[in-house]
């Protein structure tokens, strides 16, 4: 049974860090690119960063510099360090992988 599965997130000052974890299990992870997307308040989901099998990555443009994703095919798990926090960073974040999503954790930005 294919999961993903997220966490990590919760309530953090504005300039603050976090870092997001998503574990996957049941489909061979290393052969698969990963990404991670987010939906704020009554906004349209929006893609944020991708790794590939080989390790490079792709960032969403407005969010390059301040997030990073990186893997760690020993333990299935997919990371998204994220740095200078802001208040419109508020959202749930999902990652996606083989074409399945997690249930998403809550990050919150406010002072």
């Known amino acids: 049974q294919v999961q993903l599965v997220e966490s990590g997130g919760g309530l953090v000052q504005p300039g603050g860090s976090l870092r997001l974890s998503c574990v996957a299990s049941?489909?061979?992870?290393?052969?698969?690119?990963i990404n991670w997307y987010r939906r704020a308040p009554g906004k349209e989901r929006e893609w944020v960063a991708r790794?590939?099998?080989?390790?490079?990555?792709v960032y969403a443009d407005s969010l390059k510099g301040r997030f990073t994703i990186s893997r760690d095919n020993s333990t299935n798990t997919v990371y998204l360090q994220m740095n200078s926090l802001k208040p419109e960073d508020t959202a749930v974040y999902y990652c996606n992988g083989f074409s399945r999503w997690g249930q998403g954790t809550q990050v919150t930005v406010s002072s």
């Open positions: 790794i590939n099998v080989s390790g490079s990555t």
């Open positions: 049941g489909f061979t992870f290393s052969r698969y690119g």
